[in-house]
């Protein structure tokens, strides 16, 4: 019987976009769980940060791991996490007793070229954009995303496998963690 695969690690590192390209491979259903709790909402992650707090937020964000590991014995999927999904110790029991863990790095000057127009993640909004420069901007961003991923990398290294995403394209990266799973994960039906 297969569980489902979870991808971690921080914002930018790709969990959307080659989860989205895994799951087609491995032809099983995809799930993010920001996507889910904006549809189940029907509201923003920045609306729900701004007026109810990163806290509510994240009891959402729990409540959604729990509705979709649920799932993962029937119906398994690949289920792409939110950066911060992976801190509480809850939501790290729920995923590791219902699939294996894929942790996504990728450098933090990449992140920064990767994310540093997003207006949608409320973590990494400055004061900053607002007339400041770009490179102001840019060493704010620099400095919150190697702030929270001291705070986390011990967390995220409890994951079963660990892929580096700089410098590959979605495609690489989709082969490497495939190879890195152990087969039953690989067949639906093994
Ligand atoms: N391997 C890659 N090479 C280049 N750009 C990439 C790669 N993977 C993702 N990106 C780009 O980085 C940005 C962020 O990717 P994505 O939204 O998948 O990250 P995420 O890990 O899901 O973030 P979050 O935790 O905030 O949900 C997107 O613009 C995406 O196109
Ligand atoms: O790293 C984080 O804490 C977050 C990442 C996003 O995926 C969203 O879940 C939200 O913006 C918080
Ligand atoms: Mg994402």
Redesign the pocket.
């Known amino acids: 019987m297969a569980y489902n695969i979870y991808l971690v ?10 989860g989205k390209k895994l799951a087609e491979h491995l032809n099983r259903q995809f799930i993010d769980i ?1 996507q889910y709790i904006v549809e189940e909402h029907g509201r923003s992650i920045s609306d729900i940060f701004a007026t109810n707090g990163e806290a509510y937020f994240r009891d959402l964000e729990t409540d959604a791991l729990r509705t979709i590991s649920d799932k993962g014995e029937t119906n398994p999927a690949v289920v ?1 996490t ?2 911060g999904a992976f801190e509480r110790e809850l939501n790290r029991k729920i995923l590791m007793d219902s699939g294996k863990i894929v942790w ?1 790095t990728t450098s933090i000057e990449e992140i920064v070229k ?2 540093n127009n997003d207006t949608t ?1 409320p973590l990494l909004q400055t004061s900053e954009k607002k007339g400041k420069s770009q490179d102001s901007h840019n060493n704010e961003l620099e400095q919150r995303i190697t702030t929270l991923m001291a705070s986390r990398e011990h967390n995220y290294r409890l994951a079963d496998i660990h892929v580096t ?1 700089d410098n ?3 495609e690489d ?1 989709v082969e490497e963690i495939t190879a890195k799973l152990p087969i039953k994960y690989n067949n639906l039906n093994g």
């Not at 921080?10 to 976009?17: D, P, W």
């Open positions: 690690g921080m914002m930018g590192t790709g969990k959307t976009t080659i920001d792409a939110g950066g996504l990767r994310l993640r995403t590959k394209s979605p990266i």
